[in-house]
Each structure stands twice: as C-alpha cells, then as structure tokens.
C-alpha cells in the first residue's frame, strides 16, 4: 500500500513551449491522499482498492463509467466540519454538490443542516426525511409553488434573493397564516475563485441584493415591516473553488457593517450571518486546501472581532460547504477504449463516458488527476489527454496527465475529486446513460443512484 506523493502533473503545460514538458519525477502507480478519499489504497498485487473492494471487482459488479463514494470519508467530513464548527454554529450541506436519499441520511446523522436551491432537491431532502427546519431554501428564481411548499413544510429558512422575492414569500407565509424566518442575500462587492479574489465592482451577477449602493439596507428596511417575515440575517456567498480566507474576511467585515447598520436604523441585532460555502478542494497535487478548524477559526475570529469594534452581540455564524465535503470523497471509475498517440503532441485516451459525467472540465477548464488502478505498471510515463465517448472535441476529462506508456484497452482508470458537480451536473448528450453512484463502506458496495437504462430514456420520450 502506498500512499506518497502523486507525480506533479504538467500544470503549467499551457505556459510551457510543446515538447517542453518533463515527465514527472515520482512514481505513476503512488497515490497521493490529498487527491484520493481516505480509504483508497493500492494493494500489494498493485491493484486500487476503496472501502476494502478492490475497484476490479466494483467495475464487474455495477460497470462503467462508475462514480464510487466513500461512505466512511464522507461521514467523516461532515464531522470534522460539524466539530470543528462547534455548537455555537451550522453547518449547511450545499444539496446541488450531490444529493441523493443516502446522502440526506448521512447529513441527518452526522449532525449537518442541508441546503436546497430546487423543489426537486427540496423533495429528495424532505421525502429522505430531513426535517425541514434544518433545510434551507435558496435560488434567485424560486416559483410560487416552490415557495409554498417550502413554507407549508416548514423549512428553517429561505434566503431571500431579490426585491420581488420579499413580497412573494410574506405573501405566501400571510397567506398560510404562518410567519417564515428568512435571511437576505446580499452581494457584498466580492468575487473569489481559488487562489484569488477581487473585492470591488462585482455586484454584476444575478445573485443577491447590492449592500453597495444602499440596496440590502433598503431590502432590510422592507422585509422588517412584513407580517409574514422574521428577518433572522444576512448572507453572503462570494465563489467557489476558493483557497484564500481573504475574501471572506473583506465579505464578512462588510455582512457585520450592515449589521450594525440595521441596528443603529431599526434597534434590531439579526442575530444569524451566513458566510456561504466556495471553499476549495484539491482536484491536483497542487492545490493545498485548508482544513474544517482553520476555516472555523479564520471565520469565527473576523466575525467577532469585527462585532466587538462594532458593538454587536457576535451572531450565530453558518457556513455551506458543498465541494469541501463530497468532492474529495469519490472518483469516477472508467474503462479504458481506443488509444491514440499523436505524434510529438500527445496521447489520447478514450474512455466509456466524458463530458456527460463530468462537464466541469469543458465548462470551467478544470484540473484533474488521473490513475491507472486496476494495476500497478513499471513503464515509462505518457503524456496523455483522457477524453470521452461524445461527439464533441471540447469532450475533455482530464487536459493533461501522464500515465503509463503500457496502457491499453480494457485498462481501468479513474479520476479523482469527483464527488461535487460531476454526477449533479450529468447530462444525456448524446443519450449517454448517466452512471451510478456507488457507495462504499467497510468492504461492502451498494448502489445508491442507479445507472440509467436506455428504457429510462426512452420512457420521457412519449413519441
Ligand atoms: C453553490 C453554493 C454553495 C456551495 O458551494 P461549494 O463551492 O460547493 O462549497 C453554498 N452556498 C450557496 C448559496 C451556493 O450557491
């Protein structure tokens, strides 16, 4: 079993002249735990095995392509985020990472809070039987009916996203006799992704209610004299994929400003400040993400130190971290087809799915790793390019990788970090079949999302 550092992939291909890539220094068949969920080894007869299963056996029992969850690791995020959070705190679930029954159970027992952005995800949280007041409600576009069944459920709250939205749920809410507990989103001028983040000019999105030009004060001026309204806080979500506290602190500095407002204008502390999720993960050995009691830290220290300056009580502090908790926790698993080697650029890799089970790639230009895992090789490393099945040459899973130059058809290779936005953002292009997810836990497997069926197709297709 070895676990040591994964080679350091040809990031930087695109800044590097062709020919100049240099093949990594380390071992191809190492599996670098950064990138992989915890319980992923590779046995002794060189194979790659996850919760005790050997990935042979998953690819013969359920197929392929194939997104294999890690129960255990799962559970285990969720807890370090619940502990590391404390009592004092909540912890949402982003839903629209992965959701699923099992992983609404999961949630329920681990303590965590959920948040859906649909009524589809708002019905498999409810029917898998998470009590509504630890759902929250989000979207910039929610309809009428989602709105009422959310209120006639009873979730713990929605976040309010525009002006209209404010009046549609008091209505709804006065309408059901009932009084909704709401946070307003508002975009605090903050932008981040990854490594960076911008902290002016980006309220040009469609998400949430300027606090720049005294549109959030206004929107708070209005949902406090509703009936059907309990403004309980404000909320902030600034990006996705991100690695710096910095963009927090600025979002968080300006959420507790307009806290102090709201208190000097209406003699109202909201007692809640949701701080959003976006908190990167590590697709490649090269990103270094933080752990759940650093970003708990970092953010309980700005809040309150931001509310003492301000003479604010500190408020509950909520965060959602969608791709921190299920990203790192599955990898696709693929079957290797046709090869192709094109002459001084690279070799392409088919395998049996592509951008239908992971867009993310074509659609954000996205870094992944790639193994050979259902064998250890000796060979030489290729520069490769995995690509899919589709008809499409954006069709790209991994951009660049090296695998060992003795791949060959009916290899099993699989990419790593692919629990979040990969099987919840699947599609049917080219009336690809969209693949299971299966979970995986102290040696045995279960299907937990069932492989589509050219039946399934067919039947939403009425003639
Ligand atoms: C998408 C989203 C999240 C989760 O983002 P991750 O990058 O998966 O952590 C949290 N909150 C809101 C409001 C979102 O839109």
Same mark, same amino acid.
Do not use: M, Q
């Given at each position: 079993m070895s676990r040591s550092a994964h080679p350091a992939g040809p990031r930087h291909a695109d800044v590097l002249p062709e020919g100049h890539w240099t093949a990594p220094a380390t071992d191809l068949n190492a599996l670098d735990e950064k990138v992989w969920s915890r319980t992923v080894t590779r046995d002794a007869d060189g194979a790659v095995s996850v919760g005790g299963i050997e990935v042979a056996r998953l690819a013969e029992e359920f197929g392929t392509p194939a997104y294999i969850l890690d129960e255990s690791d799962f559970r285990a995020r969720c807890r370090a985020w619940a502990e590391a959070f404390g009592a004092d705190a909540d912890v949402f679930y982003a839903g629209k990472a992965f959701l699923s029954r099992a992983v609404v159970r999961w949630l329920k027992e681990e303590g965590l809070n959920l948040d859906v952005c649909s009524g589809g995800e708002l019905a498999t949280a409810l029917d898998a039987g998470m009590p509504a007041e630890r759902i929250a409600f989000h979207g910039n576009n929610k309809t009428i009916a989602e709105i009422e069944r959310a209120v006639t459920a009873g979730v713990g709250r929605i976040v309010l996203d525009s002006f209209q939205e404010i009046v549609r749920v008091a209505h709804v809410a006065q309408g059901l006799g009932t009084r909704q507990r709401v946070q307003i989103r508002v975009t605090v001028g903050v932008e981040a992704h990854t490594h960076e983040f911008i902290a002016t000019a980006h309220e040009d999105q469609k998400f949430g209610i300027a606090l720049a030009d005294g549109q959030a004060a206004e929107a708070v001026r209005r949902a406090l004299t509703l009936d059907g309204l309990e403004l309980v806080g404000i909320h902030s979500h600034i990006g996705s994929q991100i690695f710096d506290m910095a963009g927090f602190?600025?979002?968080?500095?300006?959420?507790? #400003? /307009?806290?102090?407002?709201?208190?000097? *204008?209406?003699?109202?502390?909201? $007692?809640?400040?949701?701080?959003?999720? #976006? /908190?990167?993960?590590?697709?490649?050995? *090269?990103?270094?993400?933080?752990? $759940?009691?650093?970003?708990?830290?970092?953010?309980?220290?700005?809040v309150t130190r931001e509310c003492e300056s301000a003479g604010l009580a500190t408020p509950r502090i909520s965060v959602e971290p969608g791709r921190a908790i299920v990203g790192p926790t599955a990898f696709t698993l693929y079957e290797v087809g046709t090869i192709k080697p094109l002459e001084g650029l690279r070799t392409y890799v088919s395998v049996d799915g592509g951008m239908s089970d992971n867009i993310r790639t074509a659609l954000y230009d996205a870094e992944y790793s790639v193994s050979l895992v259902s064998r250890s090789s000796d060979a030489g490393p290729m520069l490769v390019r995995v690509v899919g099945k589709h008809c499409e040459s954006g069709d790209i899973v991994v951009k660049d990788a090296f695998l060992p130059s003795d791949l060959a058809p009916g290899d099993l290779i699989a990419v790593p970090a692919t629990g979040a936005y990969c099987r919840s953002m699947a599609s049917n292009y080219n009336h690809a079949l969209r693949p299971p997810v299966v979970a995986v836990r102290d040696g045995r497997a279960r299907v937990i999302v069932r492989r589509e069926t050219e039946e399934d197709l067919l039947r939403l297709d009425v003639g």
């Open positions: 602190e600025v979002s968080a500095r300006r959420v507790v #400003g /307009l806290l102090a407002e709201i208190r000097d *204008e209406h003699g109202v502390e909201l $007692p809640e400040i949701d701080l959003g999720g #976006g /908190l990167g993960i590590a697709y490649t050995s *090269e990103d270094d993400p933080r752990e $759940p009691h650093e970003i708990a830290k970092a953010l309980g220290d700005i």
